[in-house]
């Protein structure tokens, strides 16, 4: 019998789906920077990470970016993973 594989699949709050995989790494959150950076131009970070206190993390950092980068504004979101196998 074939050994199923793992994928790991995030539900944004505007209804992205994002999924990873196959893989067999812990991680439990999915994180997204949606940077706006003027003239109606957008740019879209993303990452996993293996805790939420791991994502969270990143919200400093992007604050840095933005403030670096010149961004009108962004949005950061952490979904968390949910485990299938397929």
């Known amino acids: ?10 539900t944004m709050a505007d209804g992205y789906v994002k999924t990873i995989g196959p893989t067999a790494a812990p991680f439990t959150h999915y994180w997204r920077i949606v940077a706006h950076l003027g003239a ?3 740019e879209v970070f ?15 950092a ?3 970016a933005a403030r670096q980068r010149g961004w009108e504004h962004y949005e950061f979101e952490i979904a968390e993973l949910v485990e299938t196998f397929g």
């Open 40 to 42: 109606g131009r957008t």
């Open 1 to 10: 019998m074939a050994k199923k594989k793992r994928y790991l699949t995030a």
């Open 62 to 64: 992007t604050r840095e």
């Open 46 to 60: 993303w990452g996993h990470a293996r805790s939420l206190k791991e994502a969270s993390s990143k919200q400093a």
